[in-house]
């Protein structure tokens, strides 16, 4: 069965800290995995996919198959990154679209 | 590009009425998701269309139907409602494409409140 677990529901870090939420999943194949992150009063919204490799807005994620995990980190946070971050994960198809799997989400607020 | 749309924002209904939400996928997208995200909750999948046709389906009741538009766009039904329905609604769109994957694309949704 393919599952996300994010453990933490509330994450606080103060501003300049290092922050790392977390991202565990559980699926038979070849996962992707995706960070979708939504700021107050706006949609979700893609903030990296792993396959890509990129980073966004400072975030970085890394993709351990050993542990099935996918956390989410930036070594400085900024009071803007104040939102709720969604794990979420998709079998990798053959040209067909895969439902997405999401987390229950983990709320960080970063104080000044 | 707008984007992905959705509308209404905003819909009260009662129990055992039947609702239609709408969804205008982001340009040149050809697959459309939709998800129900309960408070507290991260979005869960319901169905997803393509070619206007249900390709997938999460598991939830009969009682939520759908229906593509060779346009692209996309409605959800959902009969006899009940109080647990109530909900965020999030419509997603993609395109697919293979050996790369998709990326999908979240509307802003449609918060429906069952009384």
């Known amino acids: 069965a393919q599952r996300v677990t994010q453990p933490e529901k509330l994450l606080s870090v103060f501003k300049g800290a290092p922050v790392e939420l977390k991202c565990n999943y559980s699926?038979?194949?070849?996962?992707?995995l995706f960070w979708y992150v939504q700021y107050s009063r706006q949609r979700l919204q893609l903030l990296l996919r792993?396959?890509s490799r990129e980073s966004i807005k400072g975030f970085t994620a890394d993709l351990n198959k050993g542990e099935t995990s996918f956390h989410l980190k930036k070594p400085f946070a900024q009071e803007e990154d104040s939102a709720m971050y969604y794990c979420a994960l998709s079998g990798l198809g053959e040209g067909g679209s895969e439902k997405l799997v999401f987390g229950k989400g983990t709320k960080l607020t970063v104080n000044p | 590009d707008a984007g992905v749309t959705q509308s209404p924002t905003h819909l009260i209904k009662t129990r055992g009425q039947q609702v239609t939400l709408r969804c205008s996928p982001k340009s040149g997208h050809d697959t459309v998701s939709w998800y129900q995200q309960a408070l507290g909750q991260g979005p869960q999948f319901i169905f997803q269309y393509y070619e206007e046709e249900e390709r997938q389906r999460g598991n939830f009741p009969d009682r939520f139907s759908g229906h593509q538009f060779p346009n692209y766009s996309s409605e959800l039904n959902v009969n006899a409602l009940l109080l647990g329905d109530s909900a965020l609604y999030l419509c997603?769109?993609?395109?697919?494409?293979?050996?790369?994957?998709?990326?999908?694309?979240f509307g802003p949704g449609t918060r429906l409140l069952v009384l």
């Open positions: 997603a769109s993609s395109l697919p494409t293979p050996g790369i994957g998709e990326t999908q694309y």
């Open positions: 792993h396959i």
């Open positions: 699926y038979s194949g070849s996962p992707e």
